[in-house]
């Protein structure tokens, strides 16, 4: 009688289980590494409707992000300017730049300059400004080095995961509180960071919401 | 086998260049894996809404409204034992006296702290066209902005405390008003760091008292 399995089945076994292993095994490591915040998010840099200059205004000008970003400090978003705070100067500074046509438009026809959005978190996460700026959270942990980019991008994950990180150990990361619009500001060393973070902590009785009602109500 | 490994490579590699590395910049907007709840039906500050001709939610200030507060002292606002500062204290925030004239004194007491706080403020909102001691060297001077003035000549230390804090809430001649930006306790703050500046560009040894002459070596 001829055998009923030719020879290539002795192998068989060992070959589909190599190939589900590796199939399987790229399916989750492509999983793990794509549908995550930190690719889907990071690095969105949509056109704006006017090429304006974080880089130009903050570091040369030596600009304050309060300036524009004027109620950031008191209320639970963040204010994108109006076109009169861009004609403060711009009545006068490149006052016929065709980049600038629409805020001039826009500063005669009262029409919003239509800004695009680039950071957003999920509607059922409330996230407060205010709290965070006034406890010495700066801009940069959240939007990375604004000052540096000549079009803002989507620079952190701002996933869940990552609110967390901080609000278990907030020491790691808060400054004083005339340092938080100063993005260039560090720390010389870890220990240093940690040291002061902590009298920070203590002395502001800083003490983030770590349950999910803080974030999701 | 072979086949199968072919396959994979193939595959892997048409992966990677279609969706490229983590932090590489896109055009596009994000995709949301799993869109649960993540756009619900509500209008957030500064959204779209279609119900008004111009799609702004934020909607302007109607004419003639008066303001009683800001959203960040609600809980004052709303107390039953609030008072209307601006009907107890109206040079406070119009900067004017009963016949209209702007007001020589400071309706609001000057303490250290309304002195850094205008500091803090002229920093933010003044430095860039006024320069930091207030000499109009900004540095928005030499991008085209020559108008902007000194503090430091008889004419603008002749000012009184209202015609600056009116300067700052309604701008003037080519200036932009600053009004929205500040509240009325941060316009006099800004008003009193700039009485400081303009002090501190015109002093002479005489105004140092005798005790710190030494350290500053006069």
Redesign the interface.
């Known amino acids: 009688m001829a055998n009923i399995f030719p020879k290539w089945s002795n192998t068989a076994p060992i070959k589909i289980l190599i190939c589900l292993a590796l199939t399987v095994g790229t399916v989750v490591a492509g999983v793990t590494y794509w549908a995550t915040p930190k690719y889907l998010r990071v690095g969105y840099q949509p056109i704006q409707p006017v090429a304006f200059e974080h880089s130009l205004h903050v570091d040369q000008l030596g600009m304050d992000c309060l300036y524009c970003h004027t109620f950031v400090d008191r209320s639970e978003h963040s204010n994108v300017p109006a076109a009169s705070t861009c004609m403060n100067c711009h009545s006068m500074v490149k006052s016929d730049s065709p980049k600038l046509a629409p805020i001039r438009n826009s500063y005669e026809s009262g029409e919003p300059v239509p800004w695009v959005k680039i950071h957003r978190t999920p509607d059922y996460v409330y996230f407060n400004h205010s709290v965070h700026i006034n406890r010495g959270v700066s801009c940069v942990h959240c939007h990375g080095q604004v000052n540096e980019m000549e079009e803002v991008y989507h620079a952190k994950p701002l996933s869940m995961a990552f609110c967390l990180e901080c609000h278990r150990n907030p020491e790691n990361f808060i400054r004083p509180i005339d340092e938080v619009t100063n993005l260039n500001f560090r720390y010389d060393s870890r220990e240093e960071q940690i040291e002061q973070g902590t009298k920070f902590v203590h002395d502001w009785k800083v003490n983030p919401p770590q349950s999910c009602s803080g974030c999701h109500r | 086998?072979r086949i199968?490994l072919a396959v994979?490579l193939f595959?892997?590699v048409a992966?990677v260049s279609i969706?490229g590395?983590?932090?590489?910049?896109?055009?596009?907007?994000?995709?949301?894996?799993f869109p649960?709840?993540?756009?619900?039906a509500?209008y957030?500050?500064?959204g779209q809404n279609e119900f008004f001709a111009?799609e702004?939610n934020d909607r302007?200030m109607v004419p003639g409204a008066v303001l009683r507060g800001?959203?960040?002292d609600i809980k004052e606002v709303f107390d039953g034992e609030y008072v209307f500062a601006k009907a107890e204290n109206p040079a406070l925030f119009t900067g004017l006296n009963e016949s209209g004239k702007p007001v020589t004194e400071f309706p609001l007491e000057v303490t250290y702290d309304l002195v850094q706080l205008g500091q803090k403020k002229y920093?933010?909102?003044c430095?860039?066209?006024h320069g930091r001691v207030g000499d109009g060297m900004g540095?928005?001077k030499k991008?085209?902005?020559?108008?902007t003035p000194t503090y430091h000549d008889d004419g603008k230390r002749a000012l009184s405390v209202g015609d600056i804090f009116n300067t700052i809430t309604h701008g003037k001649g080519?200036m932009?008003p600053y009004g929205m930006?500040l509240n009325p306790q941060e316009r006099w703050a800004v008003v009193a760091y700039v009485r400081a500046l303009q002090l501190s560009q015109n002093a002479t040894v005489n105004d140092v008292p005798t005790q710190y002459r030494k350290e500053l070596g006069l």
């Open positions: 086998m199968f994979w595959v892997v992966t969706l590395f983590r932090g590489d910049k896109s055009r596009s907007a994000p995709r949301w894996v649960d709840m993540d756009i619900q509500k957030l500050p500064q111009d702004r302007p800001y959203n960040s920093t933010i909102f430095q860039p066209c540095i928005t991008y085209g902005m020559s108008a080519t932009f930006k």
